[in-house]
């Protein structure tokens, strides 16, 4: 487990993701934060273990954003379900994502999301996984989600 001790009013932390839900838990850290999106394409090596792939497209993020803002501090983070010895993408619509949790329902999957601090002194990165079981979801609970 990484634990750092920083002084956040000497830097500004940058969180570089433009997800919401990550936007959700940072702001419950800290409140003094900007969001500014990686911009690069995710590329990853699929035949590393899933944790290392997630570390790596966390990474990528982190340095695409630390590139234009080497003063500050910054985050970036990428999640990773992987199920059947096999990443599971974004889905391309609701079908796609209907079909993807069918193939989970009534089974485990694990979540690994990776993890990058970069900044002027910093250069941390690792992961957490979370074994998830899902119930049997019904077509019904599958298309009001």
């Known amino acids: 487990m990484f634990v750092a001790a920083i002084h ?7 969180l570089a993701s433009a997800s919401p839900r990550r936007r ?3 702001s419950r850290i800290t409140p003094d934060f900007s969001v500014i999106p990686a911009t690069c394409p995710e590329t990853a090596d699929f035949s590393q273990p899933p944790e290392r792939i997630a570390e790596q497209l966390a ?35 609701a079908a796609d994502a209907a079909r993807m949790l ?13 993890y990058c601090l970069r900044g002027p002194s910093v250069d941390r990165s690792g992961h957490a996984v979370t074994e998830v079981f899902f119930n049997d979801l019904s077509d019904e609970w ?4």
């Open 102 to 114: 069918r193939s989970l329902s009534g089974r485990p999957h694990r979540v690994y999301t990776g």
């Open 8 to 14: 956040l009013t000497a830097m500004e932390l940058i």
């Open 59 to 93: 990474r990528q993020k982190a340095e695409n954003v630390y590139r234009t803002h080497p003063a500050a501090l910054v985050l970036g983070a990428d999640t990773l379900v992987w199920a059947d010895g096999k990443a599971l993408g974004k889905p391309k619509d």
């Open 142 to 145: 599958i298309a009001g989600y």
């Open 24 to 26: 959700e838990i940072l």
